[in-house]
């Protein structure tokens, strides 16, 4: 106890170094999660009740770090766009851009019978959920073209593999909005 | 841990062998206890009056000192004007948030409400932290009269959905009566504390807790020692109060229409009505039928009450807290059949249609081997010992019940925080001017889900202060906002461009100053302490008394007079410097000359002894 905190004086200085990994993006997550709840255990404010402030001080920071860190890193897209971001790549905001151009059309339909929907047209129902299974098996086929740029990136940091990782988070997240709305319309 | 705590010591730990003890307190709606960790297990407290729970009532009476718990109680009806309860609704309120609940309070509300409720009873005006404080400091009393030492330190449990000011008030009430708050406890989560300390079980619970004033659940993953919160929700408005209301809303219709009087204005009347109900209520839990029994003025009121009317009548309440379980096993990502076991806490859970209701909702069994009013309080007392360090293999992971964000343009609050994260959490945000020169920077934050500011609740403004005045758009000031453990938000800020720490004046939109609470404390505290040693000097003089009577009885004995001379000077020598220490007020010495006499007499107590078995000996015959 006394070499972890005496040893560090300053916080890590990103999310990955809480965990004491490299930047990664294929993250094994069970393993991740057993090293967030070792350091829990280690650091939590609630282990050092009877310590100095500086100590408690720096517990509640560690472990506020620890936990934003955690919460970020679990999460695919949001830890991909964490390291776009430290990367100086700032994904962009979904509601601003244009939908993907072979979306457009599933778009336009989408938003009719979302439209007839809420006009109290019952059967609008149908189409908005084959419409929510065509958007779950695109988000399933992004997922895997994901997980492969994050093997790529992880083999070879390359600033190419980040732009097309971008783009492809920025579909991704339309994606998801529909899936969103229509779970929504349904539900 | 304990290695840790030789390197390093704590604080106050000195020559002295053990800490501080710190005790877990349950301070409810209705009822508030105080349990401690005797050796590995959490105990309750027992009152004087050999009851645990000590009900939140204080009475004011004009010109004299304030009356807690069971007193207050009958004080309620004899008194009502000055007899608050339910005070744990009115925590970090203004009087606008509570508008419908004051008008049935039969205590007057003072102006200047706005941000903190300040009642006007016994020709004072107290504000809610207060009326906390006073049950605190009962509380604090039981377990030092029990305990026998100085209790300074407490964990505190809160309704989980509790906000910023509400758990601050709560904190404010433990400084006000003399107690460093190590901790503000989820009491869902110390419920499953309390059970998991148990059971050691893994697996996924809900705690339902229905008490008197809040509803909460939470769902919680436990494994190895580690109860981590996965999602919580809550009404902090709901409880059996509400069912009480109902009820005495019916009960006066009926009245009104029978009697052709109308009872409302009559306070006395009304708590006396209320307390009929009440009883009505709790009978219905074990009985299918129940009678209200009310008279006044040699009229009488009686109307029976079916279970299944009743049933009929709460069935909305119950809806409502169904419907906060939905929404936290959604935000914990899990069906009803995820749930292992259900946890039952608060004295509303004794309802049968409660216990349906959530047994059909979970499709599990619900736990009641613990005393639901004690559940708590248990749970606290353990969280007490992870942090005093004696209890090692347990951990909480608890959430934050609402999520944080701050005022946009056009009213808009974008989120820093959202609801459910882990806590400790924090989040960064950067801040510039919109002027050249600008010197301040105004940050108002808020809580709650909505999108519009107007719509959440709002919790501070932040102001950043004397900034260097730069270009419109040059400063660069980065705010951390920060989620403690207790589930409060603490502020600082940086200038970027300089590296220094920037000025925050805080401007808490409910609640009491830090000034205010500190001139609130400097009364009671200082008498807090003064009572403890006071009562102590008290008792100590009590068992000399006793002992002093003892020894000069002792002194009629033949046995004194066949003592060595000298012995009889010792004796007499314990007795002087027992009587000199008698009218100081140094317990600890008066305890000491009289372990001293004790020690001095023993020959005396000896040969008292041997000549009354001989004695004895010569009157009776043994077989
Ligand atoms: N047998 C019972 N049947 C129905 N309600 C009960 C029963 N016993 C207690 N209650 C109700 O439980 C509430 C108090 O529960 P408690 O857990 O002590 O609340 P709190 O934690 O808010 O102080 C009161 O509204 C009381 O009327
Ligand atoms: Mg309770």
């Known amino acids: 106890m006394r070499d972890l905190l005496y040893g560090m004086s300053s916080l890590p200085s990103d999310y990955f170094a809480v965990f004491g990994i490299p930047v990664t993006l294929a993250l094994d997550l069970p393993e991740l999660q057993r090293r967030f709840y070792v350091l829990s255990k280690q650091y939590h404010p609630d282990r050092f009740g009877r310590a100095t402030a500086a100590e408690q001080q720096y517990a509640l920071d560690f472990t506020s770090l620890l936990n934003d860190a955690w919460r970020v890193l679990r999460d695919p897209q949001a830890r991909a766009e964490y390291v776009l971001q430290n990367n100086g790549l700032e994904a962009g905001d979904s509601r601003g851009n244009p939908p993907p151009a072979e979306l457009l059309e599933e778009v336009f339909e989408l938003n009719m019978a979302l439209e007839e929907l809420r006009q109290g047209e019952a059967e609008a129902r149908g189409p908005i959920r084959e419409a929510l299974d065509r958007f779950l098996a695109l988000r399933e086929a992004l997922d895997s073209e994901r997980e492969a740029l994050f093997l790529r990136y992880d083999a070879n940091p390359a600033a190419e593999t980040l732009r097309q990782l971008r783009a492809l988070l920025n579909r991704r997240r339309y994606i998801e909005n529909l899936v969103r709305d229509a779970q929504q319309a349904l539900s | 841990m304990s290695v840790f705590q030789i390197d390093f010591g704590s604080p106050d730990s000195g020559q002295e062998s053990a800490p501080p003890r710190v005790v877990g307190i349950d301070l409810g709606t209705t009822n508030s206890l105080v349990a401690f960790l005797d050796l590995t297990a959490p105990k309750v407290i027992l009152g004087p009056d050999g009851a645990a729970l000590v009900p939140s009532v204080v009475s004011f009476p004009a010109g004299a000192e304030p009356v807690v718990g069971a007193a207050a109680q009958q004080a309620l009806l004899a008194d009502p004007a000055n007899t608050v309860y339910s005070a744990k609704r009115l925590m970090g309120r203004g009087a606008a948030d509570v508008a419908g609940e004051l008008a049935l309070l039969p205590f007057p509300v003072a102006p200047g409400s706005e941000s903190v409720i300040r009642l006007a009873v016994g020709g004072r005006e107290v504000t809610p932290p207060e009326v906390g404080a006073y049950i605190l400091r009962q509380l604090k009393q039981n377990a030092e009269a029990f305990l026998g030492e100085p209790v300074t330190q407490a964990v505190i449990t809160v309704p989980a959905y509790f906000d910023d000011a509400q758990r601050q008030a709560t904190k404010d009430a433990g400084r006000i009566a003399g107690l460093e708050v190590l901790r503000l406890v989820n009491e869902p989560t110390a419920a499953a504390l309390a059970y998991g300390l148990d059971k050691r079980q893994n697996g996924t619970i809900a705690v339902y807790d229905f008490g008197g004033g809040t509803f909460d659940v939470s769902i919680l993953k ?402």
């Open chain 2, 222 to 623: 436990l494994q190895e020692g580690l109860f981590e919160v996965l999602a919580t929700h809550g009404d902090t408005h709901l409880g059996g109060d509400d069912i009480d209301n109902l009820l005495l809303r019916v009960a006066l219709e009926d009245i009104a229409s029978e009697w052709g009087a109308d009872l409302s204005g009559n306070h006395e009347a009304l708590q006396r009505l209320r307390r009929a109900i009440i009883d009505a209520k709790h009978e219905l839990s074990t009985r299918p039928v129940t009678t209200i029994t009310f008279d006044d003025g040699g009229r009488e009121y009686r109307r029976q009450l079916p279970r299944e009317v009743f049933d009929q009548l709460i069935t909305p309440i119950i809806e409502r807290t169904l419907a906060s379980c939905r929404s936290c096993l959604g935000d914990a990502g899990l069906q009803p059949a995820a749930i292992d076991e259900v946890v039952l806490v608060g004295g509303s859970t004794r309802i049968p249609l409660v216990r349906q209701a959530v047994r059909a909702l979970f499709e599990a069994e619900p736990h009641t081997e613990l005393n639901p009013d004690e559940v708590v309080a248990l749970g606290a007392a353990v969280q007490a010992g992870i942090l005093a360090g004696t209890v090692e293999d347990h951990l909480l992971l608890d959430v934050t019940p609402l999520s944080l964000g701050i005022e946009t343009m056009g009213g808009v609050v974008s989120k820093l925080i959202l609801r459910n994260s882990t806590i400790p959490a924090s989040a960064t945000e950067q801040f510039t001017t919109a002027v050249d020169g600008q010197r301040n920077v105004l940050i108002h934050v808020l809580q709650g889900e909505r999108e519009l500011a107007k719509d959440c609740r709002s919790l501070a403004r932040f102001d950043l202060k004397d900034l260097d005045p730069v270009m419109a758009g040059m400063a660069r000031i980065e705010v951390r906002f920060l989620i403690d453990a207790n589930g409060i938000l603490r502020v600082s800020a940086k200038d970027l461009r300089t590296g220094k720490e920037q000025a925050v004046e805080i401007k808490p939109s409910y609640g009491l100053t830090d000034e205010q609470v500190e001139a609130m404390i400097l009364e009671s505290f200082d008498k807090a302490e003064e009572d403890f040693k006071e009562r102590q000097v008290r008792e100590t003089r009590v068992e000399a008394d006793r002992i002093l009577a003892a020894v000069e009885k002792a002194k009629q004995d033949e046995a004194w007079f066949a003592l060595p001379p000298a012995e009889r000077a010792a004796i007499d020598l314990a007795i002087n410097e027992l009587l000199l220490s008698y009218h100081g007020d140094d317990y600890v010495l008066i305890q000491q000359k009289m372990e001293a006499l004790d020690h001095a007499s023993r020959g005396l107590a000896e040969a008292m002894m041997n000549s009354a078995v001989r004695g004895a000996l010569k009157g009776t015959k043994i077989e």
